[in-house]
């Protein structure tokens, strides 16, 4: 017991208390999306575009991937939580969740 309290006396703890089930699996879900890297690639070419808006139909090229796969992963970065989609004729404009993504930043900074 006394290595914890020394431990403890030196080190102030990262986070402010530990994550709830429900925040483990919410953040566990959005760092999932963002392991693969066609939906990390996606994700920064819909924040570099102006406003961090970008239309789907500018996403197929980049990535090398046909509109359905596109689509397919446009979806689960949707799911969790990182882009909004707004459908826009046969096309979906596609935009980041700033808020989404400066809590995700929270817990990588700690």
Request: aromatic letters at 2%; charged letters at 25%; one cysteine or more.
């Given at each position: 017991?006394?290595?914890?309290?020394?431990?403890?006396?030196?080190?102030?703890?990262?986070?402010?208390?530990?994550?709830?089930?429900?925040?483990?699996?919410?953040?566990?879900?959005?760092?999932?999306?963002?392991?693969?890297?066609?939906?990390?690639?996606?994700?920064?070419?819909?924040?570099?575009?102006?406003?961090?808006?970008?239309?789907?139909?500018?996403?197929?090229?980049?990535?090398?991937?046909?509109?359905?796969?596109?689509?397919?992963?446009?979806?689960?970065?949707?799911?969790?939580?990182?882009?909004?989609?707004?459908?826009?004729?046969?096309?979906?404009?596609?935009t980041v969740v700033p808020e989404?993504?400066?809590?995700?930043?929270?817990?990588?900074?700690?």
């Open positions: 017991m006394k290595t914890v309290a020394t431990i403890e006396a030196c080190c102030p703890p990262l986070l402010a208390a530990p994550l709830d089930d429900t925040e483990a699996d919410e953040l566990a879900a959005a760092f999932k999306a963002l392991a693969d890297p066609v939906r990390l690639r996606l994700l920064s070419l819909i924040a570099a575009a102006p406003d961090g808006t970008a239309c789907s139909c500018d996403l197929e090229e980049p990535v090398g991937k046909s509109q359905p796969t596109v689509s397919h992963h446009l979806s689960l970065l949707a799911e969790a939580g990182l882009i909004t989609k707004e459908k826009v004729g046969r096309w979906v404009n596609c989404r993504l400066a809590q995700l930043r929270a817990v990588l900074d700690t």
